[in-house]
């Protein structure tokens, strides 16, 4: 089995700063694509930023400029470093990685149980 366990979401101010950090453990073989993904309330699951194993990143447009996801591949952790947020940053915000499972060699999706972020005007 393989776990996410995320951590650093709080209340900050608009303008304000958080970094998230997500580590997988468990039965890992390797480690692909990591990320983050966001669910505001009445909204669906979206996409913030993804790194891939090599280091090749992707964003949302809205958090372009703003938020960088970077991965510590010996430590299996994502982070994602969030300046400048704004009110509608608020979610909660979901760690993804996609795993080789070391038990059976295949991969699949895990998801962490999310982490708060309240952003305040």
């Known amino acids: 089995q393989v776990q996410l366990v995320e951590s650093g979401g709080g209340l900050v101010q608009a303008g304000g700063s958080l970094r998230l950090s997500c580590a997988a453990s468990?039965?890992?073989?390797?480690?692909?694509?990591m990320g983050w993904y966001r669910q505001a309330p009445g909204k669906q699951r979206e996409l913030v930023a993804v790194?891939?194993?090599?280091?090749?990143?992707n964003y949302r447009d809205s958090v372009k400029g703003r938020f960088t996801v970077s991965r510590d591949n010996a430590k299996n952790t994502v982070y994602l470093q969030m300046n400048n947020l704004k009110p509608e940053d608020t979610a909660v915000y979901y760690c993804?990685?996609?795993?080789?499972?070391?038990?059976?060699?295949?991969?699949?999706?895990?998801w962490g149980k999310g982490t708060l972020v309240t952003v305040s005007s």
């Open positions: 468990g039965s890992i073989f390797s480690v692909d694509a």
């Open positions: 790194i891939s194993s090599g280091g090749i990143t």
């Open positions: 993804y990685a996609r795993v080789i499972n070391s038990e059976t060699l295949w991969g699949m999706d895990y």
